[in-house]
């Protein structure tokens, strides 16, 4: 309920982004208040996604959050792959594998660690994950040490390259989510049974015995909210350049922390809610499945739909991201390793997000 309160109380931002935006009240104004307005649109749209789920059933509703899970980041990157400000784009990919590693286990992590002493979750879906995570940073470290070991890579040849690891990568989603959802989705099960114990409970006081939501309903705000999304995402994108650069702030520190923090809303607020209700299952699998969405997803999309809009994007990136995504990737899984946690380690996971965005402010790229 608070969430929706929050949520609908943002909603307001949206006509004065619009108003900031025809008015000329430059483009700072332009900057904060798109931004403040599609963190509501992402939260609605991770509800109708969950709703929706709720009536398709376990395996549909899986896959579905599975594709809509981090719609917001793919709609503001794809926007920005269009506008052409590629490097953007691409911190972007590696600033939501960290902010998700980092920041939004380590938050859930802490929080639920100040009320429980101790949180227990399946080790072997975070080792799952985490191997996972390793092949697609080993994926992303390729391309570059390719580039920076060759005196000269011929633009095609790092076109194809990048073209192949993006199919392989999207093929190994695609057995990511067979594991999932079909051949070991008992491993899954727990975080989400206890999620709809914790919904039966609250609404256990209602006439209602069973939460049926409306099909059309739901369906109807997840296009609603894509389509917002896609609108403030343009006048989001079309200032950030210049709102940017009036602030001191690099593109590489705009697309690794600024822009990650504004389309990953929904997957923060649904993570630290669970753990915070004891549910570490589930909030690691937020956390975790979000990065991997991106890495193995996300980023071979972006790819993929460069070449057909005449922005090719390479998956050749910045060697300073590819060190800090895999120390991310290493804190992450020692952490998780052994299936528990407590507010220390998510102390050490937002300490290590803190110094990894100190070194991308001060970074002079």
Not at 89 to 114: C, D, E, H, P, R
Not at 314 to 334: G, H
């Amino acid at each position: 309920m608070v969430k929706k309160l929050f949520s609908l109380g943002l909603l307001v931002f949206i006509p004065i982004s619009i108003a900031a935006e025809q008015l000329h009240w430059g483009s700072l104004a332009v900057f904060i208040t798109s931004a403040i307005a599609i963190v509501p649109l992402a939260i609605w749209l991770s509800t109708a996604t969950e709703e929706v789920a709720v009536i398709t059933g376990p395996s549909i509703g899986g896959l579905l959050n599975a594709v809509f899970g981090n719609a917001t980041e793919l709609i503001i990157a794809l926007v920005a792959l269009r506008a052409g400000l590629i490097d953007i784009v691409k911190a972007s990919i590696t600033g939501t594998i960290i902010s998700n590693l980092l920041l939004v286990m380590g938050l859930s992590m802490f929080l639920g660690g100040l009320r429980y002493k101790e949180q227990d979750f399946q080790p072997i879906v975070a080792r799952v994950n985490g191997s996972s995570m390793t092949l697609a940073v080993t994926a992303l470290v390729l391309p570059a040490v390719v580039l920076y070991t060759s005196d000269g890579v011929e633009p095609t040849a790092m076109t194809n390259l990048s073209l192949t690891v993006a199919a392989v990568l999207i093929i190994v989603y695609g057995l990511t989510l067979l594991f999932s959802l079909k051949t070991h989705s008992y491993l899954y099960e727990v975080g989400l049974s206890d999620l709809e114990e914790s919904t039966a409970a609250q609404t256990s006081h209602s006439e209602t015995t069973t939460h049926k939501p409306s099909l059309p309903l739901w369906i109807g705000v997840l296009i609603i909210a894509t389509l917002g999304v896609a609108f403030e995402s343009e006048l989001f994108v079309g200032v950030v350049e210049e709102a940017t650069a009036g602030l001191g702030l690099t593109p590489l520190f705009t697309g690794v922390i600024l822009l990650p923090l504004v389309g990953g809303a929904a997957e923060y607020v649904t993570a630290v809610r669970v753990a915070i209700k004891n549910n570490m299952d589930l909030s690691v699998s937020v956390a975790m499945g979000s990065s991997l969405l991106v890495a193995l997803l996300v980023a071979p999309i972006l790819v993929l739909v460069g070449q057909f809009i005449g922005q090719p994007m390479d998956l050749s990136f910045n060697p300073f991201e590819i060190v800090a995504v895999a120390i991310a990737v290493v804190v992450a899984n020692l952490i998780s390793l052994d299936g528990r946690s407590n507010w220390l380690e998510g102390a050490l996971l937002l300490a290590t997000y803190t110094v990894l965005g100190a070194a991308f402010y001060f970074h002079p790229a």
